[in-house]
């Protein structure tokens, strides 16, 4: 199901999906657990509506503050506006009237709180709305105690006595749809201290009251205020997860999720009696194809792998053959676990069902491409200039996705601009796709990379040897001496470095890569407004010279207006630093 809402793709319409999410609604602000919304299914868009809120009325008539016209429904505006209702900032989708320049927020306007409650549940005498914020610091509210920063609802006769608007209508004793055999009483935390033997979590959210409960004092069950006002559905009925609707079940059980595939104890469990099916609330309403930023192929979700040994592609455990899994039609054996695909930090939210998938053309560059050394493996050449390109450089794709974000990164060139990685902690003169900070781990055997570490070349030609340099490490049990030829000072075996396999003699890492070992040779860069020029020797198409790099042994020679001059015994640098 499709409808149009105030979205930031305001020409695209947002879809219903009924998935269990904690996000906060984009219409209401309210940040809480979603059971089922409405979303923008467009990479890069993030918002998210609660039903009630996308199935608000275009037109409101009659309103309660404002009789005289009707109200529309408005997109958000760039300036900063109050709702003339309750007096808070209007972040989103608002009703305003074109011709009194009236205002209220989503609630405000499809939900009016109204201005007296005669009877309510909460006290025993009337109740007024009080529009403005209470002036006075940290005023709790009489029924979940927490303060309240925005309009409220106050008794006239008892000395400040107020409610936030939501909490108004709960009872010191509710009756719970999910626990239908006995009422909820509301009691302080702290009450349970000494109760070793009493929940003291939420039985929904998990999360420890501070202040004030509901709870069962028979069955030992406890939710908090949220989770009393704002209850999961008692039944779900969605095609994608099961055939039949499935049931909440409401007690602790532990079980094998249908659609995860892995065991979970769980106290809000969705079952069918009659196909012994069982998930949790985050296996319900799962998408059915999507992207994520582990493979380059779409991957789709199957109730039943049927694939035996497979590992997951995110997390790199096994996914067993008899549960739910996504996996690639093009690529058999690439498969990923159900909650691995759908975590936020690899999937972009977008459902691809019904989308006619694209593919990147792959073109030839005409640059420069990657900055490594040149000399190992397939290379294009020009027979007319000094131009040199890595075969595997020559067919990397315009767009890729990455581990490092959601959506796909685009591979760039900046001519005479050394641009800033933030993953390897260095200037690139190649191509670039910089971003946060990551590392690669391998838990079995507890071994970790950061990406510097990563990506340095496994051999490299150096001018100090005639044999090409191979990278080693030595490993937390490496012992001995060792001295780098370069610079000759001691050498760590525990760390990397590189060695000539037939001449034994060792070179410290950075001694032979420099600090701006992502630049090509005479490459004339602008780093921070000023350029930056490296020159560096070339032996045939190979590259055996490091710029500038203190360690290296070169002697600064000049020091005017911040020009340096760096030589050692074959090459001269220059650098404006």
Known sequence: MERNSGCNNRNKPTRSNSMFIERKCDGCQVREMMYGSYYCNEARCNWRFHKDCAESPLEINHHPSHLEHPLLLTNPENSITLCDFCGQYILSTYYTCHTCEFKVDLICGAKPSPSVIRHPVSHDHSLVFLKKRIEEDKVPCEVCKESIGGPSYSCLECNKVYFHLDCVHLSKEVDHPCHSSHSLKILPSESFIDDDDAQKICHFCLVQPEKVLYHC???????????????????????????????????????????????????????????????????????????????????????????????????????????????????????????????????????????????????????????????????YSCQECLFFLHEKCAHLPMKKNLVFRTTPYKLEYHQGKAVYCYLCDMYSGGFTIPDGYYMLTCSDCDFDLCLYCATLPEKIWHIS???????????????????????????????????????????????????????TPNYIATIDARPLSSYRSMTNIVDTFAPVHVYCGLVELVWENNVRLFSSEKRWLVGYL
């Open 217 to 379: 004092s028979i069955c030992n069950f406890t939710l908090c205020i949220g989770c009393t006002k704002r209850p999961p559905p008692l039944v779900v009925d969605d095609a994608k997860t099961h055939t039949h609707p499935l049931t909440l079940f409401s007690s602790k059980i532990t079980f094998t999720s249908k659609v995860a595939g892995i065991e979970i104890s769980s106290y809000k469990s969705y079952i069918c009696l009659k196909c012994d099916f069982a998930v949790t609330g985050s296996c319900v309403g799962l998408p059915r194809i999507i992207n994520i930023n582990r493979h380059d192929h779409r991957i789709a979700f199957t109730h039943h792998l049927g694939q035996k040994g497979a590992k997951c592609g995110v997390c790199r455990k096994n996914v067993s053959q008899y549960y739910g899994a996504y996996s690639c039609s093009l690529c058999p054996e690439y498969v990923v676990h159900s909650r691995c695909a759908t975590d936020f930090e690899v999937w972009n939210g977008v459902e691809l069902e019904g989308k006619p998938e694209t593919s990147e053309d792959i073109v030839p560059f005409k640059v420069m491409a990657c900055a490594s050394p040149i000399g190992f493996g397939p290379v």
């Open 465 to 519: 040897d005639e044999h090409p340099l191979t990278l080693y490490y030595g490993g937390k049990e490496a012992t001995g001496k060792n001295w780098c030829e370069v610079c000759e000072m001691e050498l760590d075996p525990s760390k990397w470095f590189f060695t000539c396999s037939d001449c034994g003699v060792t070179f410290h890492v950075g001694c032979v890569l420099g600090d701006f070992s992502r630049l």
